[in-house]
């Protein structure tokens, strides 16, 4: 983080910290694109409290429902480095070792009751947190918990406290949660959820297990978008070909581990390399030598200008828009539902991945946004007009800055509008048809069988 030092007092001699600026001026190219800080800002390490926009709105706005789709907090490695120790990390929750919570203890007592509530599928047999001297693969970390139980009590602070949006005597119905299932996933959920309604009733709770990472549901039949995946596959490959630094890096680590180059780089380097960054652990060493932050680095630096040059070329958009219509359909419907009056499925939690997030940023147009950080999390509100209760307006939120006017469909609107939020029906029309525009279709079933133009 670059500190840019500011004198105390202006020429004009007015104190310049009465003067609120958010975004300051760029009088100078931005910066080029720093892999470390950038790989920090993805560990999500737990440390400073978070300022957040979320439940922002004119005083005479009613809040009236709230949708969270996260990514699970920080885990261990999904792929082992061939031929070196795999990362000393332990994943038995302990209180008093960091980072830590108030509520950590309180949690693990909480979640030993938790037979009682409803889980679907397989979900009833994944252990609540995790418990594993060493832990397994893809396994959630403390700091994982952590980072949930952080992420509840925030949006608790914000939704329960500040706008009740759930009342203390609050009914099943009331909540909706959603996971895939794996342990992580459930677990993070869990994690949220404790802080946010605290010593919560298991007699409550329902979690839907979530096959498809794209929550998908039953609309998971889309040819086109298979293809679009594909297609952006190639581009990656292609890309990764052309970088001849990173093929030196890779040369050196697959010499230093002793493997051929092309296993190393099937092996997923980076995945183990980002969980030795983030608990901050020496990269791995051989007789042959070390693997060193110069190989991070680079190794990160292709990750960045892949996310950057995916933006711009298009074809993983065509792929979002197709992957996430199911889910924006679910939650569009879901708000249309509360604005007529509906209280059921006020607070909604869908619990998932990396790959379910970005895509979903892309076919919203957040293009500026990063790539889902560990315990990432994008939040709909929906937002009743208490002059015109027949007006209802969202607000869309990543990581707590109110990205709401970065999306396509909205992106305009606040230039007209006095209100820091967009009218729902815009939502609705992007969701229900503008969606399906690009491919010259009119519905998600056309769409899915048929190129984009």
Same mark, same amino acid.
């Given at each position: ?6 004198? /105390?007092?202006?020429e ?26 950038? @790989? ?7 440390? %400073? ?7 922002? @709105? ?9 949708q969270?789709?996260?990514?699970h ?22 209180? !008093?070792?960091?980072? !830590?919570? /108030? &509520?950590?203890e @309180? ?14 599928? !397989? ?5 609540r ?39 203390g ?18 677990q ?12 919560f ?8 297990h ?9 609309? =998971? ?11 952006? &596959?190639?581009?990656?490959?292609s ?16 010499k ?9 780089r ?24 070390? %693997? ?18 995916? &933006? ?6 065509l792929?979002?828009l ?29 619990s @998932? ?8 940023? #892309?076919a ?5 946004a ?35 006017? &970065?999306?396509?469909f =909205? ?11 967009? /009218? ?18 009119? #519905?998600?079933?056309?769409? =899915? ?5």
């Amino acid at each position: 983080v670059h500190l840019i030092p500011v004198n /105390p007092v202006r020429e004009d001699g007015l104190n310049p910290k009465s003067r609120k600026r958010i975004m300051p001026d760029l009088l100078t190219e931005p910066p080029a694109i720093d892999p470390v800080y950038e @790989a920090h800002v993805y560990c999500n390490i737990p440390t %400073i409290a978070e300022r957040s926009m979320e439940g922002h @709105a004119p005083h005479y706005f009613k809040l009236v429902s709230v949708q969270v789709l996260i990514r699970h907090g920080d885990r261990y490695p999904l792929y082992a480095i061939p031929k070196t120790k795999r990362p000393d990390i332990d994943c038995m929750l302990v209180p !008093s070792r960091k980072p !830590s919570h /108030p &509520q950590l203890e @309180a949690f693990m007592k909480h979640m030993s009751k938790g037979s009682a509530a409803e889980m679907d599928g !397989s979900l009833s047999s994944l252990p609540r947190f995790p418990s594993h001297s060493l832990c397994e693969m893809g396994e959630l970390t403390q700091t994982g918990v952590v980072q949930h139980l952080r992420n509840g009590q925030l949006l608790r602070e914000i939704y329960i406290n500040k706008h009740k949006l759930l009342p203390g005597d609050w009914a099943a119905k009331q909540l909706y949660l959603e996971t895939t299932g794996k342990s992580r996933t459930l677990q993070s959920a869990l994690a949220l959820l404790y802080t946010f309604l605290p010593d919560f009733d298991w007699k409550k709770i329902t979690v839907r297990h979530q096959w498809s990472t794209i929550f998908c549901s039953g609309s =998971c039949d889309c040819p086109m978008r298979n293809h679009y995946l594909e297609e952006e &596959q190639r581009r990656q490959y292609s890309l990764r070909v052309k970088n001849n630094d990173l093929e030196k890096i890779y040369v050196d680590m697959a010499k230093i581990v002793g493997i051929p180059t092309r296993q190393l780089r099937a092996s997923n380097p980076i995945d183990s390399l980002l969980c030795y960054f983030c608990h901050n652990i020496s990269f791995p060493c051989t007789k042959a030598g070390c %693997i060193g932050m110069e190989h991070f680095k680079v190794i990160k630096r292709h990750q960045l200008e892949d996310e950057r040059e995916r &933006q711009d070329k298009k074809l993983y958009f065509l792929y979002a828009l197709l992957a996430t219509h199911p889910l924006l359909n679910q939650t569009v419907s879901r708000l249309q539902r509360i604005a007529e009056g509906k209280k059921e499925e006020v607070f909604v939690l869908y619990s @998932a991945h990396d790959v379910t997030l970005s895509p979903v940023l #892309s076919a919203l147009g957040i293009t500026e946004a990063r790539f889902p950080r560990f315990a990432a999390r994008l939040v709909f509100e929906l937002w009743q007009d208490g002059k015109r209760p027949k007006e209802h307006f969202i607000r869309i939120l990543y990581n707590g800055a109110d990205v709401t006017f &970065q999306t396509s469909f =909205c992106k305009d609107h606040y230039k007209r509008s006095s209100k820091p939020m967009c /009218p729902l029906e815009k939502f609705v029309s992007f969701v229900k048809r503008d969606m399906f525009l690009i491919f010259n279709s009119t #519905s998600y079933y056309d769409a =899915c069988r048929r190129r984009a133009l």
